[in-house]
């Protein structure tokens, strides 16, 4: 994907509302399974289609959960907030109100920090509420729109950011980031295919200085590609109706995947609109601070956490770190890998190169085993066998594990070290080709990458290319032309 560009010096203004399932085997306020994949409307009762009459019961393992990712973005924990009706009508929203949070949210003032070109940034996180799910809307070409009411009081946490990101790459960096920090937590799969985490971005643009412009929102975007690609279409979108003289109308759009455009929805509610008032049916949410250290004493290491261990033992780069960190299976196969091995940066380089290119879904397993890996690594250290060879051997034992010395040496993947042996293939190399010879010493430096190649691709990809390029170096230097 293009790399994005500012327009006419119009800065983007973003912040995300994050929507995250939570893991519990029951729904917020009923014993409904929570289990996806259900036939449509096998998961639901009285209470969470708000038949009159039922009352509510608040599961604790939602409030649970709903501090340990506030613990872990470090917000403060309120120890009383309430629960609210918001209001409004939609078809898939049974009772016409959704119980959520409105002015006592559970957690608040927290914040991630992000890996950006220019280094380290700090994402304010404004809030973390709990409320239900509504249900899901159905669009049959035949039958028409349908309801499914299986996902109707499912647990969320809604995850809201300042308005502190500027570009699509710090969205989607903080996107990565907070899936990866709730993940660590366990108490959501975040899986985005699933729908157990969707983005919603809010969207302004202005001249930096000026005030903030007229906001817009697009709902309900499961993939980061999307989330990027959302942000630079109504990015555009915005900066040509400015430029026009036409006034941005705040609404909730949606965005189109297959045309890559962004169109309205509906008009974007205010607050007030909604008419929150407290929730009748429940009590308030009262939390000792005994309880709050009891449940923090759960939180795992957390990302930065090992990030900053992985500089610190290992000497990563805080990029490299990053990556490894981005997921908590990752970063439990990276530790086993790099125990006992003596070429830690060339393993990271790997996973993050090859073993990542090679991972298909959110849900993919490495099938090669962590030692296994480890000595692809120590040989490239080495300089058993260069970076093409460890390519080849890494695909190779993704589709059937073994002991990476016996692969290299069946296919004969050894790197060539002989100086004699590399420098007749840079003679033969430079004699086959006199005209490149004769334009790198007129000036055409460039060249001499092409009789790199050149000579590589004569020891058949095996040769050391720092040794094969001293060779190239000192032949066209004159001494060996």
């Given at each position: 994907m293009a790399q994005w560009k500012m327009i006419d010096g119009y800065e983007m203004v973003i912040g995300l509302e994050v929507h995250v399932e939570l893991k519990t085997r029951t729904k917020i306020?009923?014993?409904?399974?929570?289990?996806?994949?259900?036939?449509?409307?096998?998961?639901?009762?009285?209470?969470c289609m708000g038949y009159p009459g039922t009352l509510p019961v608040l599961n604790r393992q939602v409030v649970h959960y709903a501090v340990l990712a506030g613990l872990a973005t470090d917000c403060t924990i309120a120890r009383y907030s309430k629960q609210d009706r918001k209001n409004y009508f939609y078809p898939d929203l049974p009772k016409a109100y959704q119980i959520s949070q409105y002015d006592l949210p559970l957690c608040v003032n927290g914040h991630l920090m992000i890996e950006t070109e220019a280094g380290q940034k700090r994402i304010g996180i404004t809030r973390i509420h709990i409320e239900e799910d509504a249900g899901k809307l159905v669009h049959d070409p035949e039958k028409g729109t349908l309801i499914d009411c299986n996902r109707c009081g499912v647990p969320l946490?809604?995850?809201?950011?300042?308005?502190?990101?500027?570009?699509?790459?710090?969205?989607?960096?903080?996107?990565?980031?907070?899936?990866?920090?709730?993940?660590?937590?366990?108490?959501?799969?975040?899986?985005?295919?699933?729908?157990?985490?969707?983005?919603?971005?809010?969207?302004?643009?202005?001249?930096?200085?000026?005030?903030?412009?007229?906001?817009?929102?697009?709902?309900?975007?499961?993939?980061?590609?999307?989330?990027?690609?959302?942000?630079?279409?109504?990015?555009?979108?915005?900066?040509?109706?400015?430029?026009?003289?036409?006034?941005?109308?705040?609404?909730?759009?949606?965005?189109?995947?297959?045309?890559?455009?962004?169109s309205s929805m509906r008009r974007k509610e205010n607050a007030n609109d909604y008419r929150y008032f407290p929730d009748p049916d429940l009590a308030p949410i009262v939390l000792g601070d005994d309880l709050v250290s009891q449940w923090g004493a759960e939180l795992p290491q957390l990302p930065?956490?090992?990030?900053?261990?992985?500089?610190?033992?290992?000497?990563?780069?805080?990029?490299?770190?990053?990556?490894?960190?981005?997921?908590?299976?990752?970063?439990?196969?990276?530790?086993?890998?790099?125990?006992?091995?003596k070429a830690v940066k060339t393993l990271g380089n790997l996973m993050i190169t090859e073993v990542f290119r090679l991972m298909e879904g959110e849900d993919a397993l490495i099938p090669i085993v962590p030692a296994h890996l480890a000595r692809v690594a120590e040989l490239v250290e080495s300089g058993a066998i260069n970076s093409g060879a460890a390519k080849k051997t890494i695909a190779a034992l993704w589709e059937r594990d073994e002991e990476p010395e016996a692969y290299v040496d069946r296919m004969n993947l050894r790197q060539l070290n002989d100086e004699t042996q590399l420098a007749a293939f840079v003679s033969q190399a430079l004699a086959e080709h006199p005209d490149m010879v004769a334009g790198y010493r007129k000036g055409k430096l460039s060249l001499k990458k092409a009789l790199m190649g050149a000579a590589m691709g004569l020891s058949g990809g095996m040769a050391n290319p720092m040794l094969l390029q001293r060779l190239v170096d000192r032949a066209l230097d004159g001494t060996e032309a």
């Open positions: 306020f009923c014993s409904c399974s929570t289990a996806f994949g259900a036939a449509p409307n096998t998961q639901c009762c009285p209470v946490i809604e995850i809201v950011s300042e308005p502190d990101i500027r570009t699509p790459q710090e969205a989607v960096a903080y996107l990565q980031k907070l899936r990866a920090v709730i993940a660590y937590t366990g108490v959501s799969d975040c899986r985005m295919q699933e729908g157990s985490l969707r983005c919603d971005v809010n969207l302004s643009v202005h001249k930096p200085g000026e005030p903030f412009g007229t906001r817009t929102e697009m709902k309900n975007l499961n993939s980061f590609v999307s989330v990027q690609r959302a942000i630079e279409e109504e990015y555009r979108r915005q900066v040509e109706a400015v430029k026009k003289g036409e006034a941005i109308v705040q609404e909730t759009r949606r965005f189109d995947q297959s045309t890559g455009r962004t930065d956490a090992r990030k900053a261990a992985y500089m610190a033992d290992y000497g990563l780069t805080s990029y490299a770190a990053e990556q490894l960190v981005s997921g908590k299976y990752l970063a439990d196969y990276f530790e086993t890998a790099a125990q006992g091995c």
